[in-house]
């Protein structure tokens, strides 16, 4: 089994396009998704839609919460409540339906998926270092998750010859192995934040036992028009070219 691993989404439709010509390529046999296929971007519905075409299993995410009105626009901040409040007028009945039924984790044979932590996924906090990965590894169900919403790579790994410490694995290749358990964010697919204008996404063999994250390069004009057009704020499409 080989999965496809997308990073938010953001509703950046030429990234999203870019990843899954990848995913043709990697010849994988499902695609997950660590949520917030929404917000920020100005295409939601049309990444919906391919998702759902696809079968993707995606969970829920912060802005798709928003976005039906499950979460208070407070906890957001201007940039991203403007691209809310644009978005719900944007969705159609079938997208809100689909968005609002979406589950907090997922945990298929092989993996577990969450946006934020997998222990506490409603509140949404963002695992960035090792304390924050703690709670979610001491729970997992399986030996890995693959989790979202900083936007940032980084896989936080517990070894099978000692499973009470949590380490920072480097790099973007990763044996799984010899872990015991691991928290992995593959990166965002429509709006990286680690200086890396690229596209992320991540492919997790199973038989191989590794997950590898990976770039695309995608056309950032494209989608910076299309958020210019949509009258969300330009500083949405001006991140996109510098990865922050």
């Known amino acids: 089994m080989k999965y496809g691993i997308l990073g938010d989404v953001h509703a950046n439709l030429s990234a999203l396009r870019a990843v899954l010509d990848r995913f043709k390529t990697h010849r994988v046999d499902r695609i997950l998704s660590v949520g917030d ?14 998702l759902r075409e696809l079968g993707a299993r995606v969970v829920k995410g912060n802005h798709d919460a928003a976005c039906v009105n ?65 709670a979610s590894l001491d729970r997992l169900p399986t030996p890995v998750c693959f989790v979202g919403h900083s936007h940032v790579p980084i896989a936080l790994v517990r070894l099978e010859d000692d499973p009470l410490r949590t380490a920072r694995a480097e790099g973007s290749d990763f044996d799984l192995a010899e872990v015991h358990r691991a928290l992995i964010n593959v990166g965002s697919v429509g709006q990286p934040r680690d200086d890396d204008p690229r596209a992320a996404y991540g492919i997790f063999d199973v038989e191989e036992q590794r997950v590898v994250i990976e770039r695309v390069r995608y056309d950032i004009e494209v989608e910076a028009r299309r958020i210019r057009a949509a009258g969300l704020p330009p500083v949405l499409a001006d991140r996109l070219y510098h990865g922050v």
Do not use: K
Not at 37 to 50: F, H, K, N, R
Not at 94 to 118: I, K, M, N
């Open 37 to 50: 296929v929404v917000g920020y971007g100005a295409a939601p519905s049309e990444c919906i839609a391919i």
């Open 70 to 134: 499950e979460m208070d626009l407070a906890y957001f901040n201007a940039y991203a409540r403007t691209a809310v409040t644009w978005t719900r007028t944007q969705l159609s009945r079938e997208d809100c339906t689909w968005l609002a039924r979406l589950p907090l984790t997922l945990d298929l044979e092989d993996c577990s998926v969450a946006h934020g932590t997998y222990h506490r996924p409603e509140r949404f906090d963002y695992v960035q270092g090792e304390s924050d990965a703690e």
